[in-house]
């Protein structure tokens, strides 16, 4: 293994590590388990529900893995171990989208998109790079196919995983685009800062280990791995070291799921989606929330409202941040827990709750 040759009879090409599936194991149900905790503590099971049972998915990958890797010839280990570990991934990205979707929430006269067609857009997306994946994977996992069929399915890999960058760098461009309206408007409190800056870490390692991923199948696509004259020092490293997987996968994965629980987005942001920021960037409003005149179906199909554009006027039925139809509450800039606890006596009777909050002030 340490000099990159073949382990006969392992599926792993190497022998997989013994000791470093349990330490990720450990890790990940740590963090899944204060995950599912955080969504208790900030009442937000909508917004990062997912995220226990990504961290869930990848505990079983692991304890496959460990498994395997005292079974490393046993192929539907082997299956079982990869399945988990390369699912758990997109749910993490899954996370983003609600978490950008519940940002743009808060500050909705910068948002380039309807907020709730945040995870519609990208979800939509990411399903259509799925299907082309699965498809992909069924016609290279078919040795009964002709060779060109074989083709098609590795070519069809190989578009799903440039896509999955694709979208991932669109979904950063539509994060950064609310940020830089939010700055040149001078109207970027602590908070939002916090959110947006946990967003993109988070994204920057999901997309590295997709760039790594992308990477390793790129190299080994074309590797007829049945010819008998193919020799260790003709597959790519990526493949023959085990390191590469728990630098570029295992570890900025677990970095991620830790990353969420140290900054959970929920500690920044109401839990209401329906308050938003005031634009003085100093009182949080609760008003009646985003509302768009147009179809459901249309707005899904047409997220960014281009068909208003055209026509010169926007479709959404009234800009509402700009009605003084809401209850507010006062919040300093950077006093994150503070105001969550204000808006929180909002939610359980915002008209009464929050008037007598304000009589008391």
């Not at 998109?113 to 857009?121: A, D, E, K, Q």
Request: overall charge positive.
């Amino acid at each position: 293994m340490e000099n990159g040759q073949y382990v006969n009879g392992s599926l792993w090409f190497y022998a997989p590590n013994k000791v470093a599936p349990v330490v990720w194991a450990l890790l990940f149900l740590v963090s899944g388990v204060t995950h599912a905790w955080q969504c208790m503590h900030y009442k937000c099971w909508k917004v990062t529900g997912i995220l226990p049972w990504s961290a869930l998915i990848f505990v079983v990958g692991y304890t496959f893995r460990e498994y395997g890797a005292f079974h490393f010839g046993n192929i539907d280990v082997f299956i079982v171990s990869l399945v988990f570990i390369y699912a758990a991934p997109p749910l993490y990205e899954l996370s983003n989208y609600l978490i950008l979707s519940r940002i743009l929430y808060y500050v909705p006269y910068h948002s380039p998109i309807h907020p709730g067609r945040v995870l519609t857009t990208f979800g939509i997306l990411s399903t259509i790079i799925e299907a082309l994946n699965a498809n992909g994977a069924a016609y290279v996992a078919n040795s009964s196919l002709s060779t060109s069929q074989q083709s098609t399915g590795k070519a069809l890999l190989k578009a799903a995983l440039c896509l999955q960058l694709g979208v991932l760098a669109c979904f950063v461009l539509l994060a950064t685009t609310f940020h830089l309206r939010c700055k040149k408007a001078h109207l970027f409190p602590e908070n939002l800062h916090s959110a947006l800056l946990t967003l993109y870490i988070s994204s920057f390692l999901i997309g590295t280990r997709t760039l790594y991923r992308t990477v390793e199948y790129f190299t080994t696509s074309s590797i007829d791995f049945s010819s008998p004259t193919l020799k260790a020092s003709d597959i790519s490293p990526i493949m023959r070291y085990e390191w590469f997987f728990w630098v570029f996968e295992a570890s900025l994965m677990a970095a991620n799921s830790l990353l969420l629980n140290c900054r959970h987005p929920m500690r920044y942001l109401p839990r209401d989606c329906k308050v938003y920021l005031g634009e003085d960037g100093r009182t949080e409003v609760l008003g009646r929330g985003y509302e768009d005149s147009r179809a459901w179906w249309v707005t899904v199909l047409d997220p960014f409202d281009l068909w208003g554009m055209v026509r010169g006027r926007s479709e959404v039925r009234e800009r509402f941040w700009e009605t003084n139809d809401g209850e507010r509450v006062v919040v300093t800039a950077g006093e994150v827990d503070g105001s969550r606890d204000q808006v929180g006596v909002a939610e359980k009777g915002w008209r009464g709750g929050l008037s007598g909050l304000m009589r008391s002030k």
